[in-house]
């Protein structure tokens, strides 16, 4: 079965720092690779996407992502983040393989805290 | 604005008591989804619909039933075999099953 780990529950950057927010997974095939954001109370803005080709992808906001095949890592990185960035991260694999049901697996998320 | 709409954003189930959340979308997507959020728990799929009149189980689905009468809406039902029913319920929608899922703002669902 597949799955997604995001091994940070939490972290806490200051304003105008870099950021990684790490995502491993496990999929039987060639993943598809999303990361998403919530903000309390929302739902879910997707930031970028990996299908194929080009492994280091840009997103909104300012984010970028880097897949690794070799790793089966697909980390989030933002070069300097803002307090608006303040929010629920969430890296996601798909679609299901076998079973008969489609969707994306999700990871726990990762709540981001900045600092002034 | 195309999206996906949600209601309501607040609801309450009294024990025993089946209750409906609604999900619409005007983005033409096919394919619809449910999932529940519970803290620390990530997002897990209840149900998914990729075309009209058809719909599979997902990880989640015991306690829960949905329908697809028309493209634009894919309602979630939550009976009351549902023994722990408090959570955040998401609804999705994606033009095919592979693309990027859009989602709607949610409903909190607690019980009375």
């Known amino acids: 079965a597949q799955s997604v780990t995001q091994p940070d529950i939490h972290i806490t950057v200051s304003e105008g720092a870099s950021l990684e927010l790490r995502c491993n997974y496990s999929?039987?095939?060639?993943?598809?690779l999303f990361w998403y954001v919530q903000s309390p109370g929302q739902g879910l803005q997707l930031l970028l996407k990996y299908f194929s080709g080009d492994t280091l992808v840009q997103g909104i906001k300012g984010f970028e992502a880097e897949f690794k095949r070799s790793q089966s890592s697909f980390n989030l990185r933002k070069p300097s983040v803002h307090w608006s960035d303040a929010a629920e991260y969430f890296c996601?694999?798909?679609?299901?393989?076998?079973?008969?049901?489609?969707?994306?697996?999700f990871g726990k998320g990762t709540h981001l805290i900045i600092q002034p | 604005d195309g999206g996906i709409t949600q209601s309501p954003k607040y609801l309450f189930r009294k024990e025993g008591q089946n209750v409906t959340l609604s999900c619409e979308q005007n983005?033409?997507?096919?394919?619809m989804y449910w999932y529940r959020q519970d803290p620390g728990q990530g997002l897990r799929l209840i149900y998914y619909s990729q075309i009209v009149n058809d719909f599979q189980k997902g990880d989640i689905a015991e306690g829960y039933s949905v329908s697809r009468e028309k493209k634009e809406s894919f309602p979630l039902t939550v009976t009351s075999a549902q023994k722990n029913p408090t959570a955040f319920y998401l609804c999705a929608s994606s033009k095919q099953e592979r693309l990027p899922q859009h989602f709607g703002d949610g409903t909190r669902l607690s019980i009375l």
């Open positions: 999929y039987g095939a060639t993943p598809y």
């Open positions: 996601a694999v798909g679609p299901y393989s076998g079973g008969g049901a489609d969707g994306l697996t």
């Open positions: 983005l033409n997507h096919d394919a």
